[in-house]
């Protein structure tokens, strides 16, 4: 019978422990991210880099005249 080797264990249990530690790390930054994102398109101002802030609206240029019908 073969003896166990803890230290390989506990290592692969600090591996292990220490993977689900960055993740979590990562998801929170991707949160927070996400959150200063919201926080400024609530505040009225645009988000950065967000392309729509800097288009006009899209129902801002739609008038009666531009359905192709002439009178």
Do not use: C, H, I, V
């Not at 009225?44 to 288009?55: E, N, R, V, Y």
């Amino acid at each position: 019978m073969a003896k166990p080797n803890y230290s390989f264990e506990k290592r692969q249990r600090e591996l292990k422990k220490s993977k689900q530690q960055e993740e979590k790390r990562q998801e929170k930054l991707a949160r927070k991210a996400a959150g200063d994102n919201e926080a400024e398109s609530a505040a009225g101002g645009p988000a950065a880099g967000d392309p729509a802030a800097d288009s006009p609206a899209a129902g801002a240029e739609s008038t009666a005249d531009d359905t192709g019908k002439s009178e």
